[in-house]
């Protein structure tokens, strides 16, 4: 309906030419009228010519905005009535020549009619239908009159002109039609276009920049102002690098980005999402810009044009995602992913030039005791104190870092000279071992070190970290504080220790544990008064495993829970062999007090057993407290209510547990042997230790338990002091428990640890 509206309105713009053809046409056909009929015939006809012309005309211009709207039908049929009209009023004058008329004056008229169909024809290509029907209704009568008068080659002659212009104003039509196609989708295309530069000029982000073949700006667009914080009349002419440059036009100090934008500028080059460092009004910003050269209608080079955004906020929260993910957000250090770049790096640069790297790995001592005990915030705040002091140590030859916890690492760039490996090491460990005061607290750590060389001791990233941690293990096995390095045997200790860890989860299933148990004493009357409960592991693989090795692996594993179980499910059910006043004690650990479920465990082993409640003895060293002190001590609470007695063990070796003799009321504490052999010796610290332990205990209404006693010098010693209970090889070593239940047919224990 649109290509017909756009017919019908080129005719109403044509409307003008096509009634000047007609006046013509009309004069000229009177005046061959004139010869054969009167001045009131013609003049009558003439009349009725312009009436019809003059109805054609005002529905043409009816039809003038048909482009822009729906036709009616009746609009349709009305037009092609009035060119019916006009076609018949001309076809007139062939009929009356038909009644007269000489030939000659019948060819006049007919010449006369052609030209106007001619002309019809080229005046309104747009629609054909007006031209064949003039052609038509005009032609009929041409030819009619031609056939009466004999004039049968006029009429072939009139014909085949009729078809031709017919076919010609048909071919016409339909090339106008194509052209209105064409433009008109041309049109709607730039309308398209126009639609999106100017959505994209009005985004908040985009602007359009265009530049000459001199490089300087041209057509500027209202976004490109105003994120040049400029005018357009400032800006149109002005070169674009000096216009992004701000002071670097002046020193000639381009940044890299705004070098390369320049030379690709100056080799007429297309380029995409160039991020672009730029100086606007004194302040440093990131454009991302697109260009590519344009071309003048000749081909040649005609300047440049594209868009362009400013991105400084994506480009700062990508800096800063980069950041977090290379920087610790706790202590500002690189962590565990730039370590291991800047690790590859120094591998690189080794190898290039065959010097030697190094990766030294730091694991803090005591951190733990401390984050447990005050909290997460003062061990934070620690590590902040630790990461500030390793700083100050580093050169422009090492970084240090965190890998996560409370373990940190050095990469020393150039490790050639293997003696500032060593300085490194001990610096740190120095260092880092000297108080702290975090929060009011005075607080001490030290520190262990691992250290790999590499290409010798690692070709890879991977393989170098993973041999200093072997080497910081070592360290740690060592007692922390000092520093080792790796060597090749380290790999046999790992691989022992993983044989020995899968060994003991299959342990307690193969039953390849069994219990000592070493009798303790009354002081006064060295009868038993109980015995402790000790583990031993006999494996087939490994032999005889000593319990400081298997138990520390076991409570890294979360072994010691079951294994716990088994302890305490054993030793209750040996003890109901024994008379009905003799305690067995059982050592607990941390991670068995953690369990929720431990006391559970206790009352299904007493049960199991039958043994009295008040008959099992559960004894905890002050670490435990260091850890979750309110979960072991609710956990303590628990089992005195089941009516078990809690032991003390090493007390005064770790931590001050004053407050937890206050909180909790233990039945025993146990004086740990160091102090019973260096008041035996005559120390005079450790004596004093003793007596304020003994006197303590016997004001809270506590046994006290002297271990380690080996000698008669230092059972009188301890026997002196107050110990109301006695252990050590001095009454007997820990032994099966067939031994000990021969004890019991003897009224003493002999001193030496043999029967009496």
């Not at 009309?26 to 003439?46: M, N, Y």
């Not at 009644?99 to 019948?106: N, Q």
């Not at 009429?155 to 194509?178: K, P, Q, Y």
């Not at 890299?256 to 991020?275: C, I, P, Q, T, V």
């Amino acid at each position: 309906m649109r290509l017909r509206g756009m017919q019908y309105a080129s005719l109403a713009r044509n409307t003008i030419q096509r009634l000047i053809a007609h006046a013509v046409a009309g004069l000229a056909a009177g005046h061959v009228l004139l010869d054969e009929f009167s001045v009131f015939i013609v003049v009558g006809w003439l009349i009725a010519l312009g009436a019809a012309l003059s109805y054609t005309a005002k529905i043409d211009r009816m039809l003038s905005d048909a482009d822009r709207r729906a036709i009616a039908k009746p609009e349709m049929t009305n037009q092609t009535i009035a060119y019916g009209i006009v076609s018949l009023i001309w076809a007139v004058p062939m009929v009356m020549l038909a009644l007269g008329g000489t030939p000659l004056l019948k060819l006049e008229l007919w010449t006369v009619l052609a030209m106007l169909l001619a002309a019809h024809a080229v005046i309104c290509p747009a629609s054909p239908l007006g031209t064949i029907i003039f052609g038509t209704l005009v032609g009929i009568g041409s030819v009619a009159q031609f056939l009466l008068s004999g004039m049968i080659d006029a009429a072939a002659a009139a014909v085949a002109l009729i078809v031709f212009v017919s076919l010609g104003a048909i071919e016409g039509a339909r090339n106008f039609l194509t052209s209105r196609v064409a433009e008109s989708a041309m049109l709607e295309k730039n309308e398209v276009v126009s639609l999106l530069l100017r959505e994209f000029e009005e985004g908040e982000a985009d602007w359009l920049w265009q530049i000459d073949t001199s490089r300087r700006v041209r057509s500027v667009s209202p976004r490109f102002a105003f994120a040049l914080g400029l005018d357009p009349d400032e800006i149109d002419g002005k070169p674009f690098i000096q216009l992004i440059a701000g002071e670097a036009w002046e020193t000639g100090q381009f940044p890299s980005s705004l070098h390369d934008l320049a030379e690709r500028l100056k080799r007429r080059e297309s380029f995409s999402n160039l991020l672009v460092r730029v100086t606007i009004r004194g302040e440093a910003r990131w454009w991302e810009l697109s260009g590519t050269p344009k071309l003048d209608e000749s081909g040649n080079f005609d300047g440049f044009r594209g868009v362009g955004s400013d991105v400084t906020e994506q480009r700062e929260s990508a800096d800063k995602i980069a950041h977090l993910a290379r920087y610790d957000t706790l202590t500002g250090l690189p962590n565990r992913l730039m370590l291991t770049e800047t690790m590859g790096d120094a591998m690189r640069f080794a190898e290039q030039w065959r010097t030697k790297c190094a990766f030294l790995m730091i694991d803090l001592d005591r951190f733990k005791a401390v984050n447990d005990t005050l909290g997460h915030v003062v061990g934070d705040q620690l590590l902040a104190r630790v990461s500030a002091r390793l700083k100050e140590i580093m050169s422009e030859n090492e970084i240090c870092g965190r890998l996560g916890g409370d373990e940190f690492a050095i990469v020393i760039r150039d490790a050639s000279d293997l003696g500032r490996v060593e300085h490194v090491a001990k610096a740190v460990i120095e260092r880092l071992s000297q108080p702290y005061e975090v929060d009011h607290h005075t607080l001490y750590v030290g520190a262990s070190v691992g250290s790999a060389v590499g290409p010798r001791d690692g070709s890879t990233v991977e393989t170098l970290m993973r041999n200093a941690d072997l080497a910081l293990y070592r360290s740690k096995d060592a007692g922390g504080g000092v520093h080792c390095t790796y060597e090749p045997t380290l790999h046999a200790d790992a691989e022992e220790r993983r044989k020995l860890e899968f060994s003991l989860r299959r342990a307690l299933e193969n039953n390849e544990m069994l219990l000592n148990y070493q009798p303790v004493v009354d002081a006064k009357t060295e009868q038993v008064v109980s015995f402790e409960a000790l583990i031993r592991w006999n494996s087939p693989e490994h032999g005889f495993v000593s319990p400081a090795k298997f138990i520390p692996m076991a409570e890294d594993t979360r072994l010691i829970v079951p294994i716990g179980e088994w302890v305490l499910r054993e030793a209750c059910r040996e003890a109901t062999r024994w008379p009905g006043h003799v305690k067995v004690a059982v050592n607990v650990s941390g991670e068995q007090l953690l369990d929720p479920h431990f006391s559970s465990t206790v009352v299904a082993a007493l049960a199991a057993s039958g043994l009295p409640a008040a008959r099992l003895e559960i004894e905890v060293t002050e670490s435990i407290f260091v850890r979750d002190g309110t979960t072991a001590r609710n956990t303590l609470e628990q089992i005195m209510a089941l009516g078990c007695s809690v032991a003390l063990d090493d007390f005064g070796t770790g931590y001050s547990s004053l407050g937890y003799l206050r909180k909790l009321r233990f039945s025993t504490i146990k004086v740990d042997r160091s102090f019973v052999q260096g008041a035996a010796t005559g120390n005079p610290e450790s004596l004093a230790i003793i007596r304020a332990v003994v006197a303590m205990a016997q004001s809270l209404e506590m046994s006290t338990t002297a271990e380690g006693v080996e000698t008669e010098a230092e059972l009188n010693m301890v026997r002196s002091l107050g110990a109301t209970k006695v252990q050590g090889f001095y009454f007997g070593r820990p032994m099966v428990a067939s031994e000990a239940g021969r004890l019991f047919y003897q009224n003493t224990v002999s001193r030496g640890g043999q029967a009496a």
